[in-house]
């Protein structure tokens, strides 16, 4: 089987939410960012657009890093795609996560809560689809901060390292530098980022969520940003920590970039794979 590990993130509004399809045809999601920037359809949903136009009929695992609504609020079309797996942070209560999210959004989190009660038992791991043994190769390594105040969930963000064909992908949630230290302190988070080659910008790629820590560790290739118009604010910072990669245009050409970003760049297409000769590949595509 050939391994190659295809990441797609959309261009939702405020949010985030990818796609990935691991070299044995299974299909996950990391978080439930709604609407379209790009064709300015603010209904858009990720997972019909997966049901209906990519023809998923299910999903082998859900990721949410963090229950904020911007993460979440694609929930009332999750059943849609009957998942079977769904990781979240479980430690977090039912208090914690209403208090941490605006009262005009409570059914969008009393739909969550409902969800993740149903999966407070996702069944054996030895028939876990996030194993690289079960999915055609791609590894999936999930941390989860805990020790930071609960008043912050964006500090409760689980940080998910997917590994396939040689090259490592880090997509965090909206993690703060408190959270970043918590992880860094752990041998087991330094061992999985070691050697990433492309990072998935915390929290919308702001200031706030960004680490000088972290990159005492990872010297990425390039950085991928989901952000809307107006949101980004440590584009530069994140362009001075990655080394820059060849990335293809849908437009035809090819340019070195350091950072791209879903509001200039649209929906990001990330391919990880292995050549004929061996040889590992890493294709991004943007417009």
């Known amino acids: ?42 209904e858009f949903s990720p997972l019909l ?3 209906n136009k990519w023809n998923v009929g299910y999903l082998d695992g859900v990721i949410i890093t963090h229950p904020h609504t ?20 479980k430690h977090l209560t039912e208090s914690d996560i209403r208090s941490g999210n605006p009262s005009g959004d409570k059914a969008i989190i009393e739909e969550y809560i409902k969800i993740s009660n149903k999966f407070s038992d996702s069944g054996s791991l030895d028939t876990c689809p996030f194993k690289a043994a079960n999915n055609g190769g ?13 008043s912050n969930l964006n500090n409760h ?3 998910t390292v997917v590994s396939c064909a040689g090259s490592k992908i880090i997509i965090p949630g909206d ?62 910072q994140y362009s001075s920590q990655s080394k820059g990669w060849n990335v293809q245009k849908r437009s035809g050409g090819r340019e ?20 004929p000769d061996g040889k590992r590949y890493i294709e991004v595509t943007i417009d």
């Open 157 to 159: 963000s689980m940080v």
């Open 256 to 275: 070195e970039r350091k950072c791209v970003t879903t509001r200039k760049d649209g929906v990001i297409e990330v391919e990880f794979g292995n050549n």
């Open 1 to 42: 089987m050939s391994e190659v590990l295809k990441v797609i993130m959309w261009y939702v509004q405020h949010g985030n939410a990818i796609y990935l399809r691991t070299p044995g045809g299974q299909d996950f999601v990391v978080d439930l960012g709604t609407g379209s920037y790009g064709d300015s359809n603010y």
């Open 49 to 51: 657009h997966l049901k």
């Open 138 to 150: 791609a590894g999936f390594s999930v941390f989860v901060p805990t020790s930071c105040a609960t």
């Open 70 to 89: 911007d993460h979440i609020d694609d929930i009332f079309n999750f059943d849609a795609l009957n998942p079977s797996w769904l990781w979240r942070p």
């Open 175 to 236: 993690n703060e530098p408190q959270s970043w230290n918590e992880l860094l302190e752990r041998p087991s988070f330094i061992s999985a980022i070691s050697g990433a080659d492309i990072l998935v910008a915390p929290h919308h790629g702001r200031k706030s969520g960004f680490s000088s820590k972290l990159f005492e560790h990872i010297s990425p290739l390039l950085t991928l940003i989901s952000d809307g118009p107006c949101d980004t604010t440590a584009s530069d």
